[in-house]
């Protein structure tokens, strides 16, 4: 008799412990962060904005000719239909370092974007509170969507719940493009 009202108190318990972990735990494995707002579109993709080289770039350089910040990035804009990739990523040595000079790969990359836009386009999920976030965050490259026209898109990388740090699946996704032109910005380092 007594084993049977401990097994009912524990059985409470738990069904009382259950429905109010669910609504965090219904957060954690299946909410998603809202949709950003559609990115803003540029002329063209431009490694040299000066937000673009403070996000590659872990120290200040200087530009000859400055140019405005590049939008936002965001969700691609309705009716926006990317046909090829650039990215700017640091490149720089230990030998620039020593010459006083940081390097920016704008890299342009071309085939079936498709797998490159759905890695894009997965929801962020909010950080799940049950990770142990001891990882860095890399410094990802910047990424700008291109059109026909030549006009340009910066694409908001989702985040996972792992940390909520940003998901690299839209960088491997790039990687599996072809290549067609790398051109190195060389900029001396200082305001």
Same mark, same amino acid.
């Given at each position: 008799?007594?084993?049977?009202?401990?097994?009912?108190?524990?059985?409470?318990?738990?069904?009382?412990?259950?429905?109010?972990?669910?609504?965090?735990?219904?957060?954690?494995?299946?909410?998603?962060?809202?949709?950003?707002?559609?990115?803003?579109?540029?002329?063209? &993709?431009?490694?040299?904005?000066?937000?673009?080289?403070?996000?590659?770039?872990?120290?200040?350089?200087?530009?000859?000719?400055?140019?405005?910040?590049?939008?936002?990035?965001?969700?691609?804009?309705?009716?926006?239909? *990317?046909?090829?990739?650039?990215?700017?990523?640091?490149?720089?040595?230990?030998?620039?370092?020593?010459?006083?000079?940081?390097?920016?790969?704008?890299?342009?990359?071309?085939?079936?974007?498709?797998?490159?836009?759905?890695?894009?386009?997965? *929801? +962020?999920? *909010?950080?799940?509170?049950?990770?142990?976030?001891?990882?860095?965050? &890399?410094?990802?490259?910047?990424?700008?969507?291109?059109?026909? &026209?030549?006009?340009?898109?910066?694409?908001?990388?989702?985040?996972?719940? &792992?940390?909520?740090?940003?998901?690299?699946?839209?960088? +491997?996704?790039?990687?599996?493009?072809?290549?067609?032109?790398?051109?190195?910005?060389?900029?001396?380092?200082? *305001?």
């Amino acid at each position: 008799m007594r084993a049977s009202l401990t097994v009912r108190v524990a059985a409470g318990v738990f069904v009382v412990g259950a429905v109010a972990a669910a609504p965090h735990l219904y957060d954690q494995y299946f909410r998603v962060l809202p949709q950003p707002a559609p990115g803003g579109i540029a002329s063209g &993709a431009n490694c040299l904005a000066p937000n673009i080289l403070r996000q590659v770039l872990p120290d200040p350089v200087s530009v000859t000719a400055p140019a405005d910040d590049a939008p936002e990035a965001g969700s691609l804009p309705p009716g926006f239909r *990317p046909i090829a990739v650039v990215t700017c990523t640091e490149s720089t040595t230990e030998d620039d370092a020593v010459n006083g000079v940081a390097t920016v790969d704008e890299e342009h990359w071309i085939g079936d974007l498709s797998s490159v836009l759905m890695a894009f386009a997965q *929801p +962020s999920r *909010p950080q799940s509170w049950f990770s142990d976030c001891t990882a860095s965050a &890399a410094r990802l490259p910047a990424v700008w969507l291109v059109d026909a &026209a030549g006009r340009a898109v910066r694409p908001a990388f989702p985040h996972e719940a &792992a940390c909520g740090l940003p998901s690299d699946a839209p960088i +491997s996704a790039i990687r599996r493009l072809e290549r067609t032109t790398t051109v190195q910005h060389v900029l001396p380092t200082g *305001p």
